[in-house]
């Protein structure tokens, strides 16, 4: 088996080999992370790139998860094959900034292959998370989502309330999902997808309350983590009471529990708005987007939502001609025509204004409504220090040790103000301890 | 009495005859046992741009680490779990197994079956079965009145992963315990009987003493399996929460060093792992194997 398939790889290699003109070709290649549809986009993407002109071809490669795929790219750096472009989560973006070396800015890259490039065209509450506070722009947004409230709208007319005003605020939500289980709906009233950025780095940002001290680590590595505040200690206490009768359900740490909402369990969800492709080839059931909730006693709420999502990283230690090729791709990825396209049909946000005005333009949203409630969140009020983004150091084990305490809550073995308390003392050690590797 | 003893004239073709093992231990465990040693003194960013030497400072954080001793205590429960639930079941199924009994071929088989499963797949399976809202097995419990709650209630998540654990290990057990009750000579137990000895009788005083060089066997097996083996089934199941409850000391080490970009302290971590394990192995040849009748 392994033999006969190493003899047909070979064979197709000389067929290949034989097939090339003489004129050699800079490949180029590209991890990424997305399954799926979205994976499709990226092959598409790809092929029509190599169709477009004869001196480049990006090859692209799934390597898993996003923490799989950052691990991946890593590991390669490591042993001096890193590929040109890596796909990295928000979250990684720390990780990659206090990289000096590894990577290669995309300012620097654009202007280094001549290649026009104007930050003010991009979405600022988008590039804002990917650039140093001098606004230069370190890696290109790639796809983006922010956080929604999905909402089964049958179920809601099932319990009594009005499908086309689902719940705005938290305690109204608390209320809803009350009548949802006199409803029949007694395993799951509510609930999430990504534990700690739906109910701390969201919640957060749309209370306009810190997360950490430097405007959530975007102003530099000494920052210290505040999210034990009482916002969020509340919040995680009206969680923990809910969940013990269930009107509140946790579904773990990650994305997997989405499936709860599609398959009609809990009919409100808060989830990535990228998860759009996920709810409308499952979802058996009238279903609608709506804003996050807040609660109306804080001042400021709500705020505007912050982007999750990944952004393409350029490797550092390529030629610059291959470098040459990677800003033309990157200048056409962000070709206003190939963004409204790419945003329209896998959900994810378009990172320039042009790919916004031109969707609104074409009249997506008054048939996709679902499509606009992330955006309108991002840009409900101008940013500020508390809403601009984060940028922690390790977040993905942050994120763990997060997850772990509110776990703790939820199950009723720690009250909300140890578990944050908790959560701050183990989040800022990690905090320094990166701080203390990036600065060597 | 034992095998016949083979004697080489000269070194050369016994070496030539061992390079092919040697190599492989020595580029699978040696090379990276040697290395990990070198990275638990070293502080370094995940790229690997700047690299510090420590000294025991990755030590000294890990044995000042109470979450360290929590992961060594779930350890040591799981462990003595999966090897105790794995090797009573397995000894249960491999004596009933032993009887002439039709289609005894065909349960072998199928009872040989789960240990060509991939740890991950074991792991998805009972995944799919123990899923509180959908699982079959979840459901079960629900009609019977049992919470069960694995993504909250960290003894639900526990018994979850021991028992994917253990699943996955009864078929290695009860193949070398088949083979080990083969090989006891009918003669001596048909003897017993004759004396009036049941079958329990006949079990623990001939057959369970006879069988002890395969038990020991497989109690280290078991465990070195249960330390290092089970990441996979963790992995997929429940990722070492909910809290920490199944944080194992090798899913720590994985936290730590791939997900925290920490290698020092993972390093550190694998160092004392390797230190435990061969320490218990070391442990369980010294003074379990002197009750074992050869």
């Known amino acids: 088996m392994a033999l006969t398939g190493i003899v047909r790889n070979g064979l197709a290699l000389l067929g290949l080999a034989a097939a090339t003109p003489a004129l050699a070709v800079t490949e180029l290649q590209w991890w990424h992370a997305m399954v799926g549809a979205n994976n499709d986009a990226v092959n598409r993407l790809a092929e029509e790139f190599n169709a477009s002109q004869s001196e480049y071809r990006i090859v692209p490669a799934y390597k898993g998860t996003y923490p799989e795929t950052l691990n991946a790219g890593i590991a390669a750096f490591r042993a001096g094959t890193a590929p040109h472009i890596m796909q990295v989560f928000e979250v990684g973006t720390a990780t990659m900034m206090a990289a000096k070396g590894a990577v290669k800015p995309v300012y620097q890259l654009m202007k280094d292959a001549g290649e026009p490039f104007d930050p003010a065209t991009y979405l600022p509450a988008i590039t804002g998370y990917y650039s140093t506070t001098k606004g230069e722009m370190l890696s290109l947004p790639f796809n983006s989502s922010s956080m929604v409230m999905w909402v089964n709208r049958d179920a809601l007319r099932k319990a009594g309330l009005d499908p086309n005003a689902p719940p705005k605020t938290w305690p109204a939500l608390f209320e809803a999902a009350k009548a949802l289980k006199a409803a029949g709906f007694t395993t799951c009233g509510f609930s999430n997808t990504w534990v700690t950025w739906a109910h701390l780095e969201q919640l957060s940002a749309w209370h306009d309350v810190p997360l950490a001290t430097k405007a959530n680590g975007l102003d530099g590595f000494d920052t210290s983590l505040t999210l034990n505040g009482p916002v969020q200690v509340k919040h995680l206490a009206n969680l923990a009471e809910l969940q013990k009768e269930k009107l509140f359900d946790y579904s773990g740490r990650y994305d997997n529990g989405f499936g709860r909402f599609t398959s009609g369990e809990c009919p409100l969800f808060l989830g990535s708005s990228g998860s759009y492709g996920q709810v409308r080839n499952n979802a058996k059931f009238d279903w609608a987007a709506a804003p996050m909730p807040y609660y109306p006693d804080v001042p400021n709420a709500p705020q505007n939502s912050i982007i999750g999502g990944a952004s393409l990283w350029v490797m550092g230690g390529k030629s610059a001609e291959e470098y040459k090729g990677v800003a033309k791709f990157f200048s056409f990825l962000s070709a206003t025509d190939r963004q409204a396209k790419l945003h329209q049909t896998t959900g994810y946000l378009p990172i320039t204004r042009a790919a916004y005005e031109k969707s609104k333009a074409d009249g997506y949203y008054d048939k996709n409504p679902a499509l606009e409630v992330p955006i309108k969140e991002l840009t409900n009020k101008p940013p500020t220090e508390n809403s601009r983004g984060l940028r922690l150091g390790n977040m993905p084990q942050m994120r763990d040790v997060w997850s772990e305490e509110i776990e703790a809550a939820l199950a009723g073995k720690k009250t909300a103000k140890e578990a944050l308390d908790e959560a701050v003392a183990r989040g800022n050690a990690i905090l320094r301890q990166f701080e203390r590797q990036a600065n060597r | 009495m034992g095998p ?14 061992l390079t092919p093992q040697l190599a492989v231990v020595g580029l699978f465990f040696y090379w990276p046992a040697v290395q990990a040693v070198g990275h638990s003194f070293v502080a370094q960013d995940a790229f690997g741009l700047s690299t510090e030497f420590v000294w025991f400072e990755n030590y000294r954080a890990l044995f000042s680490d109470p979450a360290y001793y929590d992961s060594l205590g779930v350890t040591a429960l799981f462990s003595a779990a999966v090897a105790g639930l794995s090797l009573g079941i397995a000894l249960l199924l491999a004596a009933m197994a032993d009887r002439e009994i039709r289609g005894g071929g065909l349960y072998r088989t199928l009872l040989i079956w789960p240990y060509a499963v991939a740890p991950a797949v074991a792991g998805v399976l009972f995944g799919f079965l123990f899923q509180p809202a959908l699982g079959l097995v979840a459901q079960l419990l629900r009609d019977l009145g049992i919470p069960w709650n694995p993504l909250l209630d960290g003894r639900d998540a526990l018994v979850l992963v021991v028992l994917a654990a253990a699943w996955k290990q009864i078929s290695y057990n009860f193949l070398f315990f088949l083979a080990g009750l083969q090989a006891i000579p009918r003669s001596v137990i048909e003897a ?24 020991f066997f497989l109690l280290v097996v078991n465990v070195v399996y249960a330390f290092c083996e089970t990441f996979g089934i963790i992995d997929v199941l429940t990722a070492g929460g909910p809290g920490r409850a199944t944080q194992t000391l090798v899913y720590k080490v994985y936290q730590d060093g791939r997900i925290g970009a920490d290698l020092g302290g993972s390093a550190a971590q694998s160092v004392v792992l390797m230190a435990i394990v061969i320490g218990l192995t070391a442990i369980q040849f010294r003074y379990v194997e002197r009750r074992v009748a050869y």
């Not at chain 2, 003893?5 to 070496?15: A, D, E």
């Not at chain 2, 009788?201 to 003493?209: E, K, N």
């Open chain 2, 4 to 17: 016949e003893r083979v004697t080489f004239r000269g070194w050369l073709l016994p070496l030539a005859l």
């Open chain 2, 192 to 215: 017993a009987a004759i004396d009036g000895a049941g079958p329990v009788r006949r079990f623990w005083t001939i057959i369970f003493p006879l069988l002890s060089p395969t038990t």
